[in-house]
């Protein structure tokens, strides 16, 4: 008798637990997948010379990742227009003026011409950063260095002398590549022979 009594007590309590299934187990729902919503903040802003870095982190559950800003890209004004600004320049002595290529072709045999950004200027000693006015940006100044043997005297074409900077001109453009400004200038041979072409109309 007591038994199986024992034996239905037992029997009554596996119903009542649903054959060892918790209750807790049985009403928890499954973990749903998070759609992520992700804010970006930035970390580190891209420059010239790096790249930046931002931070993305979802607002919902806290996943985050991070991903490159790509280097700042150097806007440069085509060396053909650099080139017709240059020649274009002129000098100015009294109240004459030559452009800089009628000089060039006048006083000098053969030369080299090329050009340099602001900042490269600056570097390589062409330009003084404490003489360019504090508004002027430097990704739109340009300075142009021609070299080469230069004439002194058109009376007398064979003394020629080699000038690793016969000219120097400088130039301010916009962010349409329109020149806004320039200036220009020549070391002492050219100044004498631009003087004698405009003053006798070589």
């Not at 607002?59 to 991903?67: L, N, V």
């Not at 340099?116 to 062409?126: D, H, L, P, R, V």
């Not at 002027?136 to 009376?155: A, E, H, R, W």
């Not at 400088?170 to 022979?193: A, H, K, P, R, Y």
Request: charged residues 20%.
């Amino acid at each position: 008798m007591k038994k199986t009594l024992l034996v239905l007590l037992i029997v009554m309590m596996l119903l009542q637990t649903g054959c060892g299934t918790s209750d807790s187990a049985s009403t928890t729902p499954p973990t749903a997948e998070c759609y992520h919503t992700y804010e970006s903040t930035i970390i580190r802003e891209a420059t010239y010379d790096k790249t930046g870095l931002i931070q993305n982190t979802c607002t919902k559950c806290g996943d985050a990742y991070t991903e490159d800003i790509p280097k700042l890209e150097k806007h440069l004004v085509p060396e053909s227009i650099l080139a017709k600004a240059v020649s274009n320049t002129k000098y100015r002595a009294s109240a004459f003026s030559i452009s800089v290529g009628q000089l060039v072709n006048s006083a000098m045999d053969g030369y080299t011409l090329t050009h340099y950004t602001g900042q490269e200027a600056i570097e390589k000693g062409y330009l003084s950063k404490s003489n360019i006015d504090s508004s002027v940006d430097l990704d739109y100044l340009y300075c142009s260095i021609i070299s080469g043997d230069t004439m002194m005297n058109p009376d007398i074409p064979y003394m020629t002398a080699y000038e690793p900077v016969a000219v120097k001109v400088w130039m301010i453009f916009d962010e349409n590549d329109t020149l806004l400004n320039s200036g220009v200038e020549l070391c002492d041979n050219l100044q004498t022979c631009a003087i004698l072409i405009m003053t006798r109309g070589y």
